[in-house]
């Protein structure tokens, strides 16, 4: 069974910085791209970073680029969203996504950035 | 970047009837190896997205018969043929051809009369 667990969510101030965590079972991690997508409250998802299945290619969404590193160990078969200088508008729950179709999602971590 | 247009961005069904939802792509999804990258996701409330349908028409395992997906270019729709209860949720297309980004529709949230 596929499973995704985010971990590292919580209340940061504006300027600060969190890291994500997303640890991955019941499929062979290192042949999939993933991804993190996000979800502010009471809107829609918004794609923020790729990541390919051996880690040599990343992407961001133009919002998050320079502020924010996806990364990958696939011998912890676990993803990492590195986030600095969050803003307010960062504020959203952070979804951690199988594959470069998301054929799955985990349950989502929430990330709050206010003072 | 795409932009993904969905519509109606609410939809109220009686239970029993049949729902559609339309998604309308900026540019064509066609991608250069032959393939329409345009997939569907169902948000029920408090819940994680979960994929319907990928590239274009085919149902992921475990998807009702109910749900069908069609359409071609940069025209798309999601056919519900009988609404139950349990389909309530925002129901959201996603682009994966032309990327970085990944883009997604703004949902159309589906509602029981």
């Known amino acids: 069974e596929v499973q995704l667990l985010e971990s590292g969510g919580g209340l940061v101030q504006p300027g600060g910085s969190l890291r994500l965590s997303c640890a991955a079972s019941g499929f062979t991690f290192r042949s999939y791209d993933m991804n993190w997508v996000r979800q502010a409250p009471g809107k829609g998802l918004d794609w923020v970073s790729l990541i390919s299945d051996n880690g040599g290619s990343t992407y961001y969404a133009d919002s998050v680029k320079g502020r924010f590193t996806i990364s990958r160990d696939n011998s912890k078969n676990t993803l990492y969203l590195q986030m600095n200088s969050l803003r307010a508008e960062d504020t959203a729950v952070y979804y951690c996504?199988?594959?470069?179709?998301?054929?799955?999602w985990g349950q989502g971590t929430m990330v709050t950035v206010s003072s | 970047d795409v932009v993904m247009t969905q519509s109606p961005l609410s939809l109220p069904v009686t239970l029993g009837q049949p729902a559609s939802i339309s998604c309308r792509s900026s540019q064509s999804l066609v991608d250069s190896d032959g393939n329409t990258y345009l997939h569907w996701f169902q948000q029920r409330p408090g819940q994680s997205p979960r994929r319907l349908i990928y590239k274009v028409s085919n149902r992921d395992s475990g998807v009702p018969d109910r749900f069908s997906g069609s359409g071609s270019g940069t025209d798309f729709t999601l056919k519900i043929s009988r609404v139950e209860a349990e389909d309530v949720g925002v129901y959201y297309c996603m682009q994966g051809t032309h990327w970085p980004p990944i883009t997604f529709g703004q949902g159309t949230r589906l509602e029981i009369k």
């Open positions: 996504a199988k594959g470069g179709w998301i054929d799955f």
